[in-house]
């Protein structure tokens, strides 16, 4: 096959990276984008030449603008859409945040409108399906000590 040939069929999928915090009570950090009527993880899209946990320190410090330490990855995403192409998409453990650090919590005004902690078996009221997906599995992985890979925020069929 033409090397040319091969390389159009490569994928070239967007990454996008995000991290779960917890208060207390266990329960989620989700903000709410300015630009889209869901909440979201805080996180973003991976820039070019940067990791995925690079990518996901840079938008908490820039959503959040908190430096916490960012722990294992918990979930791996592959989730393409039709509008968008292909996505891989990777949640980490942003840990426990004390009282004090969500206090310090300063939102990126252009981006965010709120940050709150919600039950995990609130999530579908907030976020979109695949993603409510993504966040249980993590949470999951999170308690089991394991990383999961997902297909569409699901286990990949046998």
């Not at 997902?150 to 046998?158: T, W």
């Amino acid at each position: 096959m033409p090397e040319n040939e091969h390389e159009q069929r490569m994928a070239r999928p967007r990454m996008a990276a995000g991290a779960l915090f917890f208060d207390a009570q266990g329960r989620v950090l989700l903000v709410r984008p300015s630009y889209k009527p869901m909440w979201e993880i805080p996180g973003g899209y991976v820039e070019t030449g940067e990791s995925p946990l690079a990518a996901c320190r840079r938008e908490v410090q820039e959503e959040l603008g908190i430096t916490p330490p960012i722990g294992p990855l918990l979930v791996t995403d592959w989730a393409p859409l039709p509008a968008e192409g292909d996505k891989v998409l990777y949640v980490f453990d942003g840990g426990d945040l004390s009282p004090d650090a969500a206090a310090s919590i300063k939102l990126a005004p252009d981006e965010l409108l709120a940050a709150e902690f919600h039950p995990v078996e609130d999530l579908d009221q907030f976020l979109i399906p695949r993603l409510a997906r993504r966040v249980r599995r993590a949470v999951s992985a999170r308690a089991d000590g394991h990383h999961d890979y997902l297909e569409h925020g699901e286990p990949p069929a046998a």
